[in-house]
């Protein structure tokens, strides 16, 4: 994920996120590739579903939540996926 980490890290820091958000939001995307073991790219709506529902086993909704929040925002800026993360349901 090298390239596009770094380009997700240039891309948090332009949207003026704090470091520590910054931080998380990184880990939550090495999380989706690491799980899938292909690059974000070639992810598909199912795939980042299926990474969510086993998330959801294993940690906290808040947890959840920011790595939805991750994913929205690499999906919506680094990785342009119009619509991949469109009415992805956000854990209470």
């Not at 890290?9 to 073991?37: E, N």
């Not at 929040?69 to 342009?80: I, Y």
């Amino acid at each position: 994920m090298g390239h596009i980490r770094d380009q997700m890290a240039a891309d948090l820091r332009l949207a003026g996120l704090r470091p520590t958000t910054q931080q998380a939001y990184l880990a939550c995307a090495r999380s989706l590739v690491v799980f899938h073991r292909r690059p974000p790219g070639d992810l598909t709506r199912d795939d980042v579903r299926n990474f969510l529902l086993d998330l959801q086993r294993r940690r906290s909704p808040a947890t959840v939540r920011v790595h939805v929040a991750a994913l929205d925002f690499l999906f919506s800026h680094t990785v342009p996926r119009p619509g991949l993360m469109e009415g992805m349901p956000r854990p209470r």
